[in-house]
């Protein structure tokens, strides 16, 4: 007894002590700007893509031979958490990139600097005006820009389409019906999704395409719309009467194992032909199938910005900004040709232009991306995307209707927008 | 009663030995009840990782009582835990029972069934995800082909997540508990059994009245960490079920557990305070099974 309420007292002062010790925030006093410095940027992606910033970042050190850049990897699966990691202790990285919504959490908290002190809106008007809106805070702060960008394509069987005499869909309907004819024809996977699968990004193309969206443009919950409703239909007919699979197999594999039709990434175009040789000249792509209301397509990508705790604010600011200028976007996109990746620069003017891909694949992205929307910057949806993707998943699965999910979902939106 | 010695005498006494225990307890010190104080304290507050901490007293944990998400969480982990302890130890116990010969064979047999454990967790988690790989990709939906069935969508069909879930863990833990089982059959008398053939027994009365209540204490031993170890199950649900940043627990969070849980509040919606409050809820549980237990098997070697 006396032992067990030793060691209680020992936690318990010891608890006391740890509330004490929390300090404050202070100010990172800023380096001398003139003299030599060293900026560490945190890229969150694959080896190959950092080689391509680092590119850019040789190029910087060329016309300002004091600032040397080096760029570090972060994977995709635990780089949220090293930058949490980061935040919180207030040292390492001046320079991070990661998802579109990442600099927006942690500039709410604090750790990353307003762009709009330095130079920002040169950028604007060079971006997408789609994707910019989603990089920017709901207070109107710029925590981060767009760094690349990233959209879907339908990818296509040349050889299964033709078995069936079927044209690649233009709108939802010619896509049921080519999934029907494929069927007939003997083809057993005629259609199925990579990104987005069960997921709300799948639905997202499906909801702007019937003309609904997630939120009014003041941030209210928009779920409650026959459109939202014609879209989740639709979208889950599609896994509940065309057989489109729940297991997500990558688009390049599904491709490979007889699937006729794959909705996936612009990343996997560049590998299709080294990676799946038995492909080579078999396979195409288009747009997305439109809605009643259009064609609109998901544009995801990364954002960049600087941390509040650099002692180069200024230096990793200007690097950002330099980013966007055409001869670091010609020096990354170089690096990604030979390294036979994809990158998609955040001008649109640069798309089609010196891109790494093939022009007809370009036009197709090109295409999705002008008449593209990003994922939605209201207050809440961060918190609010995993509840939504399930009450869609309940949709698909049979577990509820379309009208409850919907409303189920605009309830947890509307509880996270505060 | 005897007097206390006074603490010059006991620091001359004992100094050396105070002295040399010193870099272990500042390091228990520094990087467990440290942190662990840190943690206990950050339960009460709203700790996003950044700001400073704001003291909400008992507010994450009337939150928790009413999270959804969390209760969904305790469910599938209360399942898994009774699922994974109770196959996982029948089935070091018959594995034990049928390799603990000092023969080739059985020794070969042993080291086959333990080489899991020896395994880095993160490489079985990728084997399995490969295994299980929907479409002809992966090998058991192959292996579904090779006998004519079709394609199941494993990690992508709610009822099926705490099973596989179940499975990953007993195939991966069985070759444990069968290690510490062998040695608990080799501590027991041969003469009980020998006592007990003269008496006639059979071989199941054998069993059941020797073998197992003197295999009691490994069994206290292989339920209590496999109870902890299961409640604590992270990598299988984050490896192989997280088809998302959004999606920790797989298709309708039907893999979701408590720890996966705790990762994605803490580490992915800047809710360190929340998290906090879930550990100590899980400390809590597994405390409190493990009492239950340690005294269930105390209780039970009285009887």
């Not at chain 1, 969150?44 to 040789?58: M, V």
């Not at chain 2, 339920?223 to 649900?237: C, D, N, R, S, Y």
């Amino acid at each position: 007894m006396r032992r067990t309420m030793a060691a209680c007292t020992t936690l318990l002062v010891a608890a006391l002590s740890a509330a004490c010790a929390t300090s404050g925030q202070t100010q990172t006093k800023q380096a001398d700007q003139n003299a030599p410095a060293t900026l560490s940027f945190w890229s969150t992606g694959g080896d190959d893509e950092t080689a391509t910033f680092q590119k850019a970042a040789d190029l910087y050190h060329q016309k300002h031979p004091n600032v040397t850049i080096k760029v570090q990897t972060l994977s995709w699966s635990d780089a949220y958490a090293k930058l949490l990691a980061a935040a919180t202790s207030r040292s390492g990285p001046d320079i991070i990139s990661g998802g579109m919504t990442w600099t927006i959490q942690f500039g709410a908290r604090g750790a990353m600097v307003d762009l709009r002190k330095h130079g920002s809106d040169a950028l604007k008007a060079q971006a997408l005006p789609a994707q910019w809106e989603s990089a920017v805070s709901p207070d109107g702060s710029v925590y981060g820009v767009p760094l690349d960008m990233s959209t879907m394509a339908l990818y296509y069987r040349t050889d299964l389409l033709e078995k069936a005499k079927v044209e690649p869909p233009k709108t939802w309907e010619e896509l049921t019906a080519a999934i029907d004819k494929l069927k007939a024809a003997g083809v057993k996977k005629p259609y199925s999704q990579d990104w987005g699968n069960l997921d709300w990004i799948g639905y997202f193309n499906y909801l702007y395409q019937a003309g609904g969206s997630f939120y009014t443009p003041d941030c209210k919950p928009s779920l409650d719309t026959p459109q939202a409703e014609q879209a989740l239909t639709a979208w889950a007919d599609l896994y509940r009467k065309h057989g489109a699979p729940t297991a997500t197999v990558e688009g390049s594999d599904a491709l490979d194992t007889g699937t006729a039709m794959v909705v996936a990434g612009n990343w996997i175009a560049k590998g299709i032909d080294i990676n799946k040789p038995k492909l080579k000249g078999k396979w195409g792509m288009t747009t997305m199938p439109a809605g009643p209301a259009g064609p609109t397509t998901f544009i995801g990508g990364r954002a960049v910005g600087v941390t509040s705790f650099s002692k180069y604010v200024k230096t990793a600011a200007d690097f950002v900004t330099f980013m966007y200028t055409d001869e670091a976007i010609a020096a990354i996109t170089d690096e990604a040709r030979k390294r036979n990746i994809s990158y998609i620069p955040p001008r649109p003017d640069k798309i089609v232009n010196g891109s790494v891909f093939t022009p007809e694949q370009a036009k197709v992205f090109e295409a999705s991306i002008r008449t593209g929307k990003a994922a939605p910057g209201c207050p809440g949806w961060d918190e609010s995307a995993s509840d939504v993707a399930k009450q869609l998943q309940s949709v698909i699965l049979g577990k509820s209707d379309v009208k409850t999910a919907l409303a189920e979902a605009a309830k947890v939106m509307q509880r996270n927008a505060g | 009663m005897a007097s206390p010695i006074p603490l010059r005498s006991r620091l001359r006494r004992y100094g050396t030995s105070y002295a040399m225990l010193l870099p272990f307890l500042a390091l228990f010190a520094g990087f467990l009840i440290w942190p662990l104080a840190n943690s206990l304290y950050l339960s009460f507050t709203t700790f996003d990782g950044i700001n400073p901490a704001a003291f909400v007293g008992l507010d994450n944990f009337r939150q928790l009582a009413e999270d959804d998400r969390f209760r969904h969480a305790l469910g599938n982990t209360g399942l898994y835990v009774v699922g994974s302890v109770v196959i996982g130890t029948l089935l070091s116990l018959g594995l034990a029972l049928a390799f603990n010969g000092t023969g080739w064979a059985h020794r070969i047999m042993r080291t086959v069934f333990f080489l899991p454990s020896v395994t880095s967790s993160i490489a079985l988690m990728l084997m399995w995800k490969w295994v299980l790989f929907p479409s002809d990709v992966g090998l058991a939906n192959t292996i579904m082909h090779w006998f004519g069935g079709k394609d199941v969508a494993w990690l992508a069909t709610p009822g099926l997540a705490i099973p596989i879930l179940v499975m990953m863990s007993v195939w991966g833990g069985m070759g444990y508990g069968m290690v510490l089982y062998v040695a608990g059959l080799g501590a027991i008398p041969q003469e009980y059994y020998e006592a007990a053939r003269i008496d006639g027994a059979s071989t199941w009365a054998q069993f059941r009245h020797i073998t197992l209540p003197l295999l009691r204490p490994v069994t206290t031993y292989v339920v209590v960490t496999g109870l902890i170890g299961a409640f604590q199950v992270f990598e299988a649900v984050y490896i192989v079920f997280q088809t998302g940043a959004n999606n920790v627990g797989g298709v309708l969070d039907s893999g979701l557990m408590i720890v996966p849980y705790l990762y994605d509040q803490g580490f992915t919606h800047f809710k360190l305070g929340y998290a906090s409050a879930i550990a100590w809820v899980l400390f809590l549980i597994i405390f409190v099974l493990s009492l239950v237990n340690l005294r269930a098997g105390r209780a039970m070697k009285e009887l």
